[in-house]
Antibody
Framework: EVQLGESGGGLVQPGGSLRLSCAAS????????MHWVRQAPGKGLVWVSRINSDGSSTTYADSVTGRFTISRDNAKNTLYLQMNSLRAEDTAVYYCARVSGIYDTSGYYVDYWGQGTLVTVSS | DIHLTQSPSSLSASVGDRVTITCRAS??????LNWYQQKLGKAPNLLIYAASSLQSGVPSRFSGSGSGTDFTLTISSLQPEDFATYYC?????????FGQGTRLEIK
């Protein structure tokens, strides 16, 4: 059974840092691209970042570029999101997401999501 | 960035109704459109990928259609468990933007 479990969320002051982790199990972690998606309280889904299967390529939303860093440790089956210079508008539930699909035939889609971890940025 | 606009933003319907939700892209995204269902307090769940492909395990009352800039999600006969918020997402190019969501409520 595929499982994704986020951890590391919590309350942090503006300007502070936090590192989220996502432990993966039940599939060959090193074979999949992974994404982070966030959702502010009462709001919609927002794509944050992605990383390819071996960690050599990353992409970010403009709103987090230069502040957030996505990484992975395939030996530990774990995805990370390092968040620096946090702002109030970064307050959200952060989901890690497994991405499947082949671009030319099916596109990419999230077929498994974690349960999410809440990050609150407030003084 | 590609902008996705869903309509309506909210919808009231009854069990057994046929419901259609629309997603319009700001530019052509060919078939690169996914649909997700999210229930309150839960992670989203994939319904449709590549505009019209039904994800394994998803009931056949859900269907998707469209290409280019205009897409639809149809629920052929609403069931009580279908009352939730629905999101479209494009995977044509990064950032992989989502629509603003359509909240489906019980009439």
């Amino acid at each position: 059974e595929v499982q994704l479990g986020e951890s590391g969320g919590g309350l942090v002051q503006p300007g502070g840092s936090l590192r989220l982790s996502c432990a993966a199990s039940g599939f060959t972690f090193s074979g999949y691209w992974m994404h982070w998606v966030r959702q502010a309280p009462g709001k919609g889904l927002v794509w944050v970042s992605r990383i390819n299967s071996d960690g050599s390529s990353t992409t970010y939303a403009d709103s987090v570029t230069g502040r957030f860093t996505i990484s992975r440790d395939n030996a530990k089956n774990t995805l990370y999101l390092q968040m620096n210079s946090l702002r109030a508008e970064d307050t959200a539930v952060y989901y890690c997401a497994r991405v499947s699909g082949i671009y030319d035939t099916s596109g990419y889609y999230v077929d498994y999501w974690g349960q999410g971890t809440l990050v609150t940025v407030s003084s | 960035d590609i902008h996705l606009t869903q309509s309506p933003s909210s919808l009231s319907a009854s069990v057994g109704d046929r419901v259609t939700i629309t997603c319009r892209a700001s530019q052509s995204i060919r078939f690169y459109l996914n649909w997700y269902q999210q229930k309150l307090g839960k992670a989203p769940n994939l319904l449709i990928y590549a505009a019209s492909s039904l994800q394994s395990g998803v009931p056949s009352r859900f269907s998707g259609s469209g290409s280019g800039t205009d897409f639809t999600l149809t629920i052929s006969s609403l069931q009580p468990e279908d009352f939730a918020t629905y999101y479209c997402q494009q995977s044509y190019s990064t950032p992989f933007t989502f629509g603003q969501g359509t909240r489906l409520e019980i009439k």
